[in-house]
């Protein structure tokens, strides 16, 4: 099937980022972070979400999932948001350093509630984390989501539920495989797509 490496996601932690150099690098898509629990919306997301579109970048937007009721979570990205189509959305599912962490039930109802807003399934983002709440059993709500892997080893570890990722952040801009910048931001979040340009095009419609 192959792979594409064409995807970046980003945040207010990376400071200067010029999207017509990005595109010129290669790059298809954007996933920026969005909101964070019930009180967070990265002061960079709705300037760039204009600079990345009007640059022709495809667009995706991230919640950083908190110890918070999963409903009330998802109603607080989507009114921030505004997601139109052809936007991914993504749940951020890891270990929160700066308060309560995401449960897994509360991963399910913030899911749930993308669901039945936009109807499709959004996308979960996780790695050490999520294998470690799933404790090697799929879960029937979750596994519905496309999967978003973060792993920095050489090799791709699908957690249950999942027989294939749809991205795979390989590095974190530092750790990981090469390639670890990308033109107009430098070290960054880099992604592979599993499957060819032409998918990714057509995953992202």
């Known amino acids: 099937m192959g792979t594409t490496n064409a995807v970046v996601d980003l945040s207010h932690y990376n400071a200067c980022v010029d999207f017509d150099a990005l595109k010129a690098d290669g790059i298809f898509g ?7 629990g019930l009180g967070f919306v990265d002061p960079e997301y709705a300037s760039r979400r204009q600079q990345a579109v009007a640059t022709g970048l495809k667009w995706g937007a991230y919640h950083f ?12 990205f989507l009114a921030h948001v505004l997601p139109t189509v052809g936007d991914l959305l993504v749940l951020d599912f890891e270990l929160n350093n700066s308060g309560p962490t995401m449960t897994l039930t509360e991963a399910r109802d913030f ?40 792993q920095y080893g050489p090799q791709a570890v699908l957690p249950p539920g999942w027989d294939s990722w749809t991205f795979w952040q390989y ?16 070290p ?18």
């Open 65 to 76: 999932g908190a110890g918070a009721d999963g409903t009330a979570q998802a109603d607080y």
């Open 30 to 36: 954007v996933i920026h972070k969005a909101t964070q």
């Open 188 to 205: 960054c979040d880099r992604n592979m797509f599993q499957g060819s340009a032409a998918a990714l095009a057509s995953f992202w419609a």
């Open 111 to 150: 899911v749930t509630r993308i669901r039945a807003a936009t109807g499709d399934w959004p996308g979960l983002y996780g790695g050490s984390y999520l294998k470690e709440q799933l404790n090697g059993t799929a879960d029937s709500v979750l596994s519905n989501c496309w999967l978003w892997l973060s």
């Open 171 to 186: 590095t974190d801009g530092h750790v990981g495989l090469g390639p670890f910048a990308a033109q107009g931001v430098g």
